[in-house]
């Protein structure tokens, strides 16, 4: 697949196609890695990093709790690890 290399200022944007936008997860705004190889450049999505706080944040403390997780805080102990 081509694809344009744009100027933007003092550098050169790359413009990438929807469908490799959407098979790689990416969207405008995100960060990626630019990885220099002997066969060219390999673009790379950068792996989200979140903080205790962040994934607290999102969680919905009055969502009903999963019933596989209901069940298994039901069972009875059977060694020694009693809460």
Sequence with gaps: ???????FGNSIGLVIPKPVRDAL???AGQTV???QTTDGLLVRPQACKYSLQELLA???LKAPMPKDVADWQKIRAVGKEVW
């Design 1 to 7: 697949m081509e694809t344009t290399l744009r100027n």
């Design 25 to 27: 997860h990416l969207s």
């Design 33 to 35: 890695q630019l990885v």
């Design 58 to 60: 999102r969680c919905d």
